[in-house]
């Protein structure tokens, strides 16, 4: 099971780290510009992806090298809900300024990056509860209890 969640973890990092770097929406008719995520070119600009990317080194720095002062994976669930919130937020944001934009051509549209993270997050999120409950102090039922008197 261990290695089932490596991959979870694996995946949904990788998605939500290559999706912070794409384009998150697109706005503008005949010059359209779009919103990165982080952006490097020309000029160093962040729009929250270097938050997501902060909480993603942390989420797997602690799954693969867990410190003995953090052993509890109840940690993995706070960033990974943090990371669904962060990314409820910028779709939200998305949404709120395509309703405002109304029907003209040029509203904002969103792009991969966006729903990259977006999945990327859901998938940690998930691999971070599944690994709480693998990994929980939960009394597990032996043979002998559940049953009538023996016969």
Sequence with gaps: MRTCLKILYIIGAT????????????????ISYRTYGI?????????G???????IIIMLWKFFR????ADNPTWNIAIGGALVFLSCYHS?????RRI???RVIGA???QIGLIMVSLGSLLLLIAAVLHYAFHSKVP???TTQGRGPEE
């Design 15 to 30: 998605l939500t780290a290559i999706g912070s770097f794409l384009p998150w929406w697109q706005e503008g008719d005949f």
């Design 39 to 47: 952006r490097f070119y020309p000029t160093i600009k962040d729009n």
């Design 49 to 55: 992806g270097l938050l997501i990317m902060l909480l």
């Design 66 to 69: 867990p410190p003995r002062f």
């Design 92 to 96: 939200g944001r998305l949404l709120i």
């Design 100 to 102: 405002e934009a109304g």
């Design 108 to 110: 904002p549209v969103i």
């Design 140 to 142: 597990q039922l032996t």
